[in-house]
C-alpha cells in the first residue's frame, strides 16, 4: 500500500474535500474512471434524446392531456421536491466521508441511513411518476426517451443505494476506520455523481 | 573478401528467395491491378472530378507506397545479422523526425485542400435559374421506382395523409415552397412550418396550430392534376435472375433515363431501410435513407447505358438490387419525357386510374384510409415510351406505386 | 537471475480436476491472459471459418446458399473477429504481459479482472449461440444499421432471437472490456515499480493505456446505443431508430460509429505496440523516436473521437469538411510511426524469426491499409469507393494484416516466456509465409473490385470481366491464409508440451521487464527487479548501458506493494 504519511504534501482543497488529504487508492482511481465511463454511458442516452428532440415537430405531451410535465410542473412541487431533496442528500452522504476520515463510524452510519432513507424516497416517487405517465414506451420518441432516461437514473440510484447498504452492513463487521475508508469514499464521489445525472435528466425531462 | 561459409551462402539464399517472393509478389500484385487500378471513366461532370482526385491520390498513394516497401525490403536485406555485436543504440534524431511529421503534414493539408474545392464543386447545387431536370429516386426493398418532374413549374406531385398525426407532405420539389406561406391545396389549407430536401414540414391545424387562409389568388398552388411524375420499368427483381444459371442479368432491372448535357437533381429517398444509389460510372453515391430526402446533383456527359446497383447492405436480396442508367442525348430525352408524361387515356380512368395500379389492395385501403392522394398518377401501361429505347416494355399490372407507400410520419405523433 | 526458479510451483497435486478447479478460479493476471488468448483464438478459429463460408459463397456467379445464410456468416465473421477475436486477444497479451512490463504483482482489481474474462466468455458464447436458434444468428452486418436491425416483424429481416442475442452478448462484451479498461488504467497509473516513469514505460504497455482510455471513454456510447436498440426491438417498437415510427436511423449510425471509431484503434494500437516491442528486440537497438512514439500513439487517442462520421460520408447527414480534415489528420502520426519503425531497423542487426518476420510484415502491409485509408479521408474519392469491397480491402489490410500479424508476432514473441518453451521455428516460417501470401491474394484483388464496383456484402455478383477471376484469387487466398492459421493451431499444442524448452529469463536480448523474470513467471511475478533507468531495464542491464554503465550489479530494493 502507498505510503499514508502525506504530512508534507501540498493540499488540494478541492481533493481534499472529496478524498481526503491522502494519497488516492487503487479503488478510488477505480471509480473515477468508472464515473467517465458513466457520464459516457449518459452522454449516449441524452444525445439520443436531443437528437430525437430536434427532429420531432412536436415533442410533449404525445397525446394532448394525457401527461404534460410543465402542468404537473406547475399544479405540483412534488417532482422540484424529490429533485432537491435527492440532490441535498449529498451532503449527508459527505458527512459520512467527512465522519470516517476522523474514525468516527457512528457518524457515518447516521449519514448513510439518511442517504438511503433519502434515495428509496426518491425511488418511491419515481414509481409514482411511472403510474402518473399514462403513455406506454412504445408511443413515441418522447414516451421512450423518457421512460429511458429515467429508468436508467432510476437504476443508477438503486445501485448506490445497495453500495451505500452493504457498506452499511460492513460496518457493523466493524469494518472502515480513518485509514481503511475506500469504499465509501467511492460510495461517495457515486452518490454526487448520481446526483448530479439527476439535475441534467429532470432539466431536460421536466424543464426544457 | 574471404571465403563465406556454408552456413552463410545458404543464408543468402534463404534471404533471397524471401525477398524476391516478397518483391515478385508485390510486383505481381502491382501488375495485376495495372489492369483494374483505377475506377472505371466518368461519365458526368462530378465523375470526372472525382476520377481526377481519385488519380491525384493515387499517384501520391503509389509514390509513398513504392519508396517505403522499397525501403523496408532494402533495410531487411542491407541490416540483417551477419554477427552479434551490438548496433549502435540509436534512440531518435529530432532532425529527421521534425522532417517526417512536417513531410506528411504538407501532403495531409494539399490532400485536404485539393479535396475539399472538388467537394465544394460537386456538392454545390447549381444556380437556381438553372434548368434542371428532377428526378424522384426512391428505394425499397429490393427495387428501385424512378420519378419524373418538370422542374420549375407551378404544379407538383404531392400526397398527404388524412392521418391527423402525419403533417408531411411529399412534393417532388421542394423549392416551389417558402417556409411559412400558406398554400392552398383542393382538398386543405396547409401552412408550410419548413422545408428539408423535398419534404415540406406543414401544420395542419393539428397541436393548437392556427391555418390562415391565403388571401385568394396569391401564392396558390393547384396541386391536383400536376404534370406528371411518372415510373419507369419498375423491375420486379425475380425477373433479373436467370433461373436456370442464377445469373443476375441486367435487362429486366429498372431503368432510369437521363439527360445529357442538362443537370439532373436525383431526390433520393426509401421507403423502407437504409439503401444507397450508386453507379460505378457516376463514381458517386448517396444513401437513401429512410424518411429523409437528399438530393444528389449530377451533369452527365456521355451517353450510354450502365449499370447501378444498391450500396448499403439492405437485407436478403440486396445483391439483386440492380438498376440501369440510360443517358439520353437532350433532344431524345426530351421527346422521350413527352411521350412519358402524355395525358393518360380520357374518360373513366381519370379517377379510379391509382386503385388499378395499386399492387397491393390492402396497402392500397390502409393508404386511402389514411391518405388523400393528390395528384392522379400516370398508368405505366398507358406509358408509350419505354420500348422505343431499348427499355423492355413494363408488364401489365405494374405498380405505379411502391406497394406500402406510406408517407414519413413526423417525430411526434 | 531466476534465482528461486526452483520454488516456483510447477505441478499440482491435487491433479487434473484441481488444475481445472485453479484455473476456473484464478485472479492471476497470467493465467487470466493467457485464458483470454486461448478463448480468443477459439472465437477467431471460428469466424476464420465463416469467412470461408463467405468466400466459397463468392467464387463464382449465382448463389450458392440462401441469402440468409451468407447474411448471418458475414455479419457472425466481423462480430467474432472483431468483438471475440481481434480485441481480447489483445487484451489478453495485455492482461499477461503489462503487469510484469510495469512490474507489477499483479492487476489493480484482480477479481475484477477474473470477472471481465468470465463476462467476456458469457457474451461470446451468447452471441454465437443464435446459430441454435430459429431463424439463426443476427444478420444486418456488423453494424447493425436500423431500420433492418430494429426490424421484429419478419418483414424487413428475418425474424428471430439471433439480433436480440447479439445485442445483448456485445452489451456484455462491452461491459467486459469496460471493466478490463478501468483496471488497466488503474494498474498503469498506480502500480509501476520504482523509476518506472510515464516515459519509461514500454511502448506495449502505452499503447494499452491509450487504448484503455479509449475503451472507457467510448464502450458506454456503444452500450447505450445498444440499449436503445434493444428497447426498440422489444416494446419501444422503433421508436428510436426506425423513421418509420418517429425515430432516426442515422442517430444510431452516430452513436455506433462513436464508439466503433475508437474502436478500430482500440483494435490496432495494441498490435502497434506489439511491434513496437519485436522490431527493437530483433533489431537489437532501442525504438527509434520513443517519444515522438508516445505522442503519436497518444494523437491517434484523441482523434478517434472526432472521426467517427467519416465512416457515413454517403448518408448526406454529416459535416463534410470537419470530419474530411480530422481525418486526414490520422494520417499525421500514423507516418510518424511508420518511418520510426523503419528508423529503428536502420542500421540494427536483424534477425528475421518468425516473430519478426510478422513485424515487418505488419510494418508492410499495414502501410497498405494507412494507404488506402487516405483515399477514404478524400470525402469525393469516399463517395465512388464507399460501401465498395476497397473498404473490404482497406479495413482487412488493417486488420487481417495489421492487427492479426502483430497478435501473431505477439504469440511467438512471448510464447517462451509464457510456457516456457519456444514455438516451432519451422512451422512458424511456413505459417507466416502462407499468410502473407493468402492475406495479399485476398486482399488486394478486394481493392481492385472496388474500384471496379463491386459492392460489399452481397451474396451474388454481376457477371462483370474480371469480377469471377478476383474472387477467385481472393477464395483462394483465404483458404491459404487458412493453412497458415491451421498449421499455427498444431505449432501452439504442439509446443505447449513438446517444444523447444527455454531455459533463460531473457532469450531474446529483449529489454522490458517481463523478461527479468523466469520464463514462466513465478505467480508473485519477480523475484527481485533491475534498476529501472530507461525504457529498456533488463537490456540497460545486461549490456551495462545508461545507469548501468558504472553502477552494474546494483540491485535496489523490490517494489513494495
Redesign the interface.
Same mark, same amino acid.
Do not use: C, E
Given at each position: 500500500m502507498a505510503s499514508r504519511t502525506a504530512a508534507r504534501q501540498p493540499v488540494n482543497p478541492l481533493k481534499s474535500f472529496f478524498v481526503g488529504n491522502e494519497p488516492m487508492t487503487n479503488g478510488l482511481w477505480g471509480m473515477v474512471f468508472f464515473i467517465f465511463s458513466e457520464i459516457m454511458f449518459f452522454s449516449g442516452l441524452i444525445a439520443a434524446y436531443l437528437a430525437l428532440r430536434e427532429d420531432a415537430l412536436e415533442w410533449a405531451p404525445l397525446i394532448e392531456g394525457v401527461y404534460d410535465h410543465h402542468a404537473i410542473l406547475e399544479a405540483e412541487f412534488r417532482p422540484v421536491f424529490f429533485t432537491i431533496l435527492l440532490v441535498a442528500s449529498s451532503i449527508p452522504m459527505q458527512l459520512a466521508a467527512f465522519a470516517i476520515r476522523k474514525g468516527n463510524r457512528g457518524g457515518m452510519k447516521l449519514g448513510m441511513l439518511v442517504v438511503m432513507v433519502i434515495g428509496t424516497a426518491f425511488l418511491l416517487n419515481q414509481a409514482v411518476e411511472w403510474m402518473h405517465a399514462d403513455f406506454a414506451i412504445g408511443d413515441g420518441p418522447y414516451s421512450a426517451t423518457f421512460y429511458l432516461l429515467t429508468g436508467f437514473h432510476g437504476a443508477h440510484v438503486l445501485g448506490g443505494l445497495l453500495f451505500i447498504a452493504f457498506l452499511w452492513m460492513r460496518s457493523y463487521l466493524g469494518h472502515f476506520d480513518a485509514h481503511r475508508n475506500t469504499a465509501v469514499e467511492a460510495a461517495t464521489m457515486y452518490w454526487h455523481f448520481v446526483g448530479a445525472v439527476w439535475i441534467l435528466v429532470f432539466s431536460l425531462l421536466f424543464l426544457a | 573478401m574471404p571465403m563465406p561459409s556454408p552456413r552463410r551462402i545458404r543464408l543468402r539464399w534463404r534471404i533471397a528467395v524471401a525477398a524476391s517472393l516478397v518483391t515478385g509478389l508485390l510486383l505481381l500484385s502491382a501488375g495485376v491491378a495495372g489492369a483494374q487500378a483505377f475506377p472505371p471513366e466518368a461519365v458526368s461532370e462530378e465523375g470526372s472530378d472525382i476520377r481526377n482526385l481519385y488519380l491525384l491520390v493515387f499517384f501520391l498513394a503509389a509514390a509513398v507506397f513504392v519508396v517505403v516497401e522499397a525501403g523496408i525490403i532494402w533495410l531487411a536485406i542491407k541490416y540483417r545479422r551477419r554477427d552479434d555485436s551490438l548496433p549502435p543504440q540509436i534512440h531518435g534524431h529530432r532532425g529527421v523526425e521534425v522532417l517526417w511529421t512536417v513531410i506528411p503534414s504538407i501532403i495531409v493539408l494539399v490532400l485536404f485542400i485539393v479535396s475539399f474545392v472538388v467537394l465544394d464543386h460537386i456538392e454545390s447545387a447549381p444556380s437556381k435559374y438553372e434548368p434542371v431536370e428532377v428526378i424522384d429516386v426512391t428505394a425499397q426493398q429490393w427495387a428501385w421506382s424512378f420519378y419524373y418532374a418538370t422542374p420549375m413549374d407551378a404544379t407538383t406531385r404531392a400526397r398527404i395523409s388524412d392521418d391527423p398525426a402525419d403533417v408531411r407532405l411529399r412534393v417532388s420539389d421542394g423549392t416551389l415552397f417558402e417556409p411559412f406561406k400558406t398554400y392552398r391545396i383542393d382538398v386543405e389549407h396547409i401552412r408550410v412550418d419548413s422545408i428539408e430536401g423535398n419534404t415540406l414540414m406543414v401544420a395542419r391545424g393539428v397541436n393548437g396550430t392556427v391555418v390562415q387562409d391565403h388571401p385568394a389568388g396569391e401564392e396558390i398552388l393547384r396541386i391536383t392534376n400536376g404534370t406528371e411524375v411518372s415510373q419507369d420499368d419498375r423491375g420486379e427483381l425475380t425477373d433479373s435472375i436467370d433461373p436456370s444459371s442464377g445469373a443476375v442479368t441486367t435487362m429486366n432491372t429498372p431503368i432510369v433515363t437521363v439527360p445529357v448535357g442538362k443537370t439532373v437533381r436525383f431526390n433520393i429517398s426509401s421507403l423502407d431501410v437504409i439503401h444507397s444509389f450508386y453507379a460505378p460510372q457516376f463514381l458517386y453515391k448517396l444513401d437513401a435513407m429512410p424518411g429523409r430526402t437528399q438530393a444528389l446533383w449530377l451533369k452527365v456527359t456521355d451517353a450510354g447505358f450502365f449499370q447501378g446497383q444498391c450500396a448499403e447492405f439492405c437485407g436478403r436480396e440486396h445483391a439483386r438490387m440492380l438498376f440501369s442508367v440510360r443517358a439520353l442525348p437532350l433532344d431524345e430525352y426530351d421527346a422521350w419525357l413527352a411521350a412519358l408524361v402524355a395525358p393518360p387515356p380520357p374518360a373513366e380512368e381519370a379517377a379510379p386510374a391509382d386503385d388499378a395500379g395499386e399492387a397491393a389492395p390492402e396497402d392500397d385501403a390502409a393508404d386511402d384510409a389514411g391518405a388523400a392522394e393528390i395528384g392522379a398518377e400516370t398508368d405505366p401501361a398507358a406509358e408509350p415510351g419505354t420500348s422505343r429505347y431499348g427499355g423492355p416494355p413494363a408488364p401489365a399490372g405494374l405498380p405505379t406505386q411502391p406497394a406500402g407507400w406510406t408517407a414519413p410520419r413526423a417525430g411526434a405523433l | 537471475m531466476a534465482t528461486l526458479a526452483g520454488t516456483v510451483p510447477t505441478g499440482y497435486a491435487g491433479g487434473r480436476a484441481q488444475v481445472l478447479l485453479d484455473w476456473l478460479t484464478t485472479v492471476d493476471h497470467k493465467k487470466i491472459g493467457i485464458m483470454y488468448v486461448v478463448a480468443a483464438g477459439v472465437f477467431g478459429l471460428v469466424g476464420g471459418a465463416l469467412s470461408l463460408v463467405v468466400r466459397t459463397e463468392l467464387i463464382e /456467379?449465382?448463389?450458392i446458399m440462401g +441469402?440468409?445464410t451468407y447474411?448471418q456468416m458475414f455479419t457472425m465473421h466481423a462480430s467474432i473477429m472483431l468483438f471475440l477475436f481481434i480485441m481480447p486477444v489483445a487484451t489478453g497479451f495485455a492482461n499477461y504481459v503489462v503487469p510484469l512490463q510495469i512490474g507489477a504483482l499483479d492487476m489493480?482489481?484482480p477479481r475484477?479482472n477474473a470477472l471481465s474474462l468470465w463476462i467476456f466468455l458469457f457474451g461470446g458464447i451468447l452471441m454465437l449461440s443464435a446459430f441454435a436458434f430459429d431463424g439463426g444468428a443476427a444478420a444486418?452486418?456488423w453494424t447493425a $444499421?436500423?431500420?433492418?436491425s430494429s426490424?421484429t416483424a419478419g418483414n424487413? *429481416?428475418?425474424a428471430g432471437v439471433g439480433m436480440d442475442l447479439w445485442l445483448v452478448g456485445v452489451i456484455a462484451l462491452g461491459v467486459a472490456s469496460?471493466a478490463g479498461?478501468?483496471?488497466f488504467? @488503474?494498474t498503469i497509473?498506480?502500480?509501476r515499480a520504482p523509476g518506472m516513469t510515464m516515459f519509461r514505460m514500454p511502448m506495449f504497455t502505452w499503447t494499452v493505456l491509450v487504448t484503455a482510455f479509449l475503451v472507457?471513454?467510448? #464502450?458506454?456510447?456503444?452500450?447505450?446505443?445498444l440499449?436503445?436498440l434493444f428497447?426498440d426491438r422489444n %416494446?419501444? =417498437?422503433?421508436?428510436?431508430f426506425?423513421?418509420? /415510427? =418517429? =425515430? *432516426?436511423?442515422?442517430?444510431w449510425q452516430?452513436?455506433f460509429w462513436?464508439y466503433s471509431h475508437p474502436a478500430v484503434y482500440i483494435m490496432i494500437l495494441p498490435p502497434m505496440g506489439i511491434v513496437s516491442e519485436v522490431l527493437p528486440v530483433f533489431?537489437?537497438?532501442?525504438l527509434?523516436? $520513443?517519444?515522438?512514439f508516445v505522442m503519436a500513439t497518444v494523437g491517434i487517442g484523441l482523434l478517434s473521437f472526432i472521426v467517427w462520421a467519416h465512416h457515413m460520408f #454517403? /448518408? %448526406?447527414?454529416v459535416f463534410?469538411?470537419f470530419f474530411?480534415?480530422s481525418t !486526414?489528420?490520422i494520417?499525421?502520426p500514423t507516418? @510518424?510511426k511508420?518511418?520510426?519503425w523503419?528508423?529503428t531497423?536502420?542500421?540494427?542487426?536483424?534477425? !528475421?524469426n518468425t516473430a519478426m518476420l510478422f513485424a515487418?510484415g505488419f @510494418?508492410?502491409l499495414f502501410?497498405?491499409g494507412g494507404? /488506402?485509408g487516405?483515399?477514404h479521408? +478524400? @470525402?469525393?474519392?469516399d463517395?465512388?469507393?464507399?460501401? #465498395?469491397y476497397f473498404v473490404v480491402g482497406h479495413l482487412h489490410y488493417v486488420l487481417a494484416t495489421g492487427a492479426a500479424f502483430g497478435i501473431f508476432a505477439a504469440s511467438y514473441f512471448w510464447f517462451p516466456k509464457m510456457f516456457g518453451r519456444f514455438l516451432n521455428e519451422g512451422l512458424g516460417k511456413i505459417h507466416f509465409?502462407s499468410m502473407?501470401?493468402g492475406t495479399?491474394m485476398i486482399f488486394?484483388?478486394q481493392?481492385?473490385?472496388g474500384?471496379?464496383?463491386m459492392?460489399?456484402?452481397?451474396?451474388? $455478383?454481376?457477371?462483370?470481366p474480371?469480377w469471377e477471376l478476383?474472387n477467385q484469387i481472393a477464395t483462394v487466398g483465404a483458404f491459404v491464409a487458412m493453412v497458415g492459421a491451421v498449421i499455427f493451431l498444431f505449432n501452439v499444442v504442439h509446443s505447449i508440451y513438446w517444444g523447444e524448452k527455454c531455459e533463460e529469463d531473457n532469450p531474446w536480448d529483449a529489454g522490458t521487464l517481463e523478461w527479468a523474470t523466469t520464463s514462466p513467471p513465478p505467480v508473485y511475478n519477480f523475484d527481485r527487479l533491475p534498476r529501472v533507468r530507461s525504457e529498456r531495464p533488463v537490456f540497460d542491464e545486461r549490456?551495462g548501458?545508461g545507469a548501468y554503465a558504472s553502477s552494474e550489479g546494483e540491485s535496489p530494493p523490490q517494489t513494495s506493494?
Open positions: - | - | /456467379t449465382g448463389a +441469402a440468409d447474411n489493480a482489481f475484477i444486418a452486418g $444499421y436500423p431500420p433492418i426490424n424487413i *429481416q428475418p469496460t479498461g478501468l483496471n488504467l @488503474v497509473f498506480k502500480m472507457v471513454l467510448a #464502450t458506454p456510447v456503444l452500450a447505450s446505443a440499449i436503445l428497447a %416494446g419501444a =417498437g422503433g421508436v428510436f426506425d423513421p418509420a /415510427t =418517429g =425515430g *432516426q436511423s442515422i442517430l452516430n452513436l462513436f533489431s537489437r537497438k532501442p527509434f523516436g $520513443y517519444r515522438a #454517403t /448518408t %448526406g447527414g463534410l469538411p474530411m480534415a !486526414f489528420l494520417g499525421i507516418g @510518424v511508420m518511418f520510426n523503419m528508423a531497423m536502420h542500421k540494427g542487426s536483424l534477425h !528475421f515487418v @510494418v508492410m502501410l497498405i494507404i /488506402t487516405v483515399f479521408a +478524400a @470525402v469525393p474519392v463517395f465512388a469507393l464507399h460501401d #465498395t509465409w502473407f501470401i495479399n488486394w484483388p481493392l481492385m473490385l474500384l471496379d464496383g459492392p460489399r456484402r452481397i451474396n451474388d $455478383y454481376a457477371d462483370n474480371g478476383m549490456h548501458l506493494s
